[in-house]
């Protein structure tokens, strides 16, 4: 999905700022409005905006690096035939479920994203890829909710660019991981620094213990999320793990 009529205005190295802080401006007949990256409701009204900043201008690749890391892993661990029920935890606009389908065509794709504008981007460019789609805050799920994504029998999880930054808090992360079943696939990334002694999210004490008691990495991956608006190379970690046991 892009949409080649969109005019996209982006500052220089003045927007040297925090990932959540980025901007561009967008231009149409209605005239000149300013975005912030993060403001995604904004940005996935607009038919093709996503996919035109975050992919096409900042070079972003981790859908496809994520998805093709899951699909080798499987194939080593000899589970490539095993139906793979993926829960997409913040799945945007669905990008991530696209690559997925082609990666490793999974048995069901269902997504869960906290704002309504996700879901209804889905519905208007990707109406093929989930199975299901919620609008939840995984934070406060009640048993209604529990008992919606319970039904799917998830075996995997993946969560694409939605860690930290005011994004998925922990809280959510570990609910999501607890509605796994053992043994389950966990794939995810994260901003190096926030898998680091620098942390400043809560997310770098919460993935050691997870690692320590729940979770077997079976592959670490650093690499190139995108660019920033500015032009720096932003890195990432990229985890695919076995869930152990409920953290
Ligand atoms: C950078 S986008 C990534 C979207 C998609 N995973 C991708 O890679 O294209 C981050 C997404 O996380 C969602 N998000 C933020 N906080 C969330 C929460 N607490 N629960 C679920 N989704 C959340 C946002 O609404 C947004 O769609």
């Known amino acids: 999905m892009s949409n080649c009529n969109l005019r996209v205005m982006y500052p220089g190295k003045e927007c040297m700022v925090e990932q959540d802080k980025e901007y561009f401006d967008l231009v149409t007949e209605d005239g000149r409005q300013r975005i912030r990256l993060h403001e995604y409701d904004r940005v996935y009204d607009v038919p093709g905006l996503y996919e035109e900043v975050v992919y096409n201008k900042l070079k972003c690749d ?3 690096v994520i998805t093709d890391l899951l699909a080798k892993s499987l194939k080593k661990h000899g589970d490539r035939q095993a139906p793979l029920r993926v829960l997409d ?4 606009n669905g ?6 389908k082609q990666a490793i065509e999974p048995e069901t794709i269902v997504g869960v994203d906290i704002i309504e504008e996700a879901k209804k981007a889905v519905q208007r460019d990707r109406p093929d890829i989930y199975d299901d789609y919620y609008v939840m805050d995984l934070c406060e799920a009640d048993e209604g909710d529990k008992q919606k994504l319970g039904r799917w029998d998830f075996n995997a999880l993946i969560t694409v660019a939605a860690l930290g930054f005011g994004d998925i808090p922990t809280s959510a992360f570990v609910n999501a991981f607890n509605l796994l079943k053992n043994n389950s696939w966990v794939v995810f990334n994260i901003k190096d620094r926030f898998f680091s002694k620098d942390d400043e999210t ?4 919460i993935l050691q213990q997870m690692i320590s008691n729940s979770l077997k990495v079976v592959k670490k991956h650093h690499y190139c999320h995108r660019l920033s608006i500015a032009g720096e190379s932003l890195y990432y970690y ?3 793990g076995r869930k152990e046991n409920d953290f």
């Open 62 to 64: 981790s859908p496809k």
């Open 89 to 92: 935890f913040g799945a945007g």
């Open 95 to 100: 990008i991530v479920g696209e690559c997925l």
């Open 202 to 205: 809560g997310y770098n004490q």
């Open 238 to 240: 990229a985890i695919v």
